[in-house]
């Protein structure tokens, strides 16, 4: 079978697409490779499951909105989907609050207090503890409750929950406890998940969102279109 040279001299002309014993100029982009049609062919597909772009190209997901102009990166439609998935088996359950924020106690007032906003800003519920534990009331108690009522998790990475992890604080326990739902997405913000992987294999192994490639609010966007009960129930 004739192998193509893009690898070795690129496609970056049509005579060089010509050349090519592979192609042989049926194919129009850069680089291109032949290949069966996949939505996750290597020209399309990240393949470092770190929850970043690294070139590939975006497109719209299947919940999206009519109208939306979100755009997803191929890892990110990877890791979002099966949760998805499960957000919509549990869309009938009442009372429920779109998202458990896990955040280091440390970020209550800075980025986890950002996030927060911007999702409620778009319509989304959020179990924060800033105003959802009572004074008085038991921590571990309180977020055993807003597990048990939220659709989904979202873990805040932040350098100061990797410290939280490292001594086994609050963040630890909600970690394990949202790990076990399988209702997880990682937030990775001002860190990276190689930095997450040295101090969490488990929750480093998953990809998620990252502050690297999205701003916060692009961020919120993304979850919002993820657990509104609108774009589930249409």
Known sequence: MARCTAPANGHRTASGRANCPACGGRYHGYNSYPTYNSPYSSSSYSSRGNG???????????????????????????TLTPVRENIEKRVDLPDLRD??????????KGSAKELHDLLESKGVSVWFSEKDVLLGSSLLREIDKGLVKSRVGIVLVTPLFLRRIKNEGVADKELSALLARDLLVPIVHN???????????????????????DSMSEVAAKLAELVTPETILN
């Open 52 to 78: 970043s772009s690294g070139g590939s190209t975006k497109r719209k997901v299947s919940w999206s909105s009519y109208g939306s102009t979100i755009l997803y990166t191929p890892s990110e439609i990877r």
């Open 99 to 108: 998202v458990f924020l896990c955040h280091a106690w440390e970020d209550r």
């Open 191 to 213: 860190t990276t998940f190689e930095d997450l992987r040295e101090v969490s294999p488990l929750l480093g192994s998953r990809s998620g969102l990252s502050t690297i490639e």
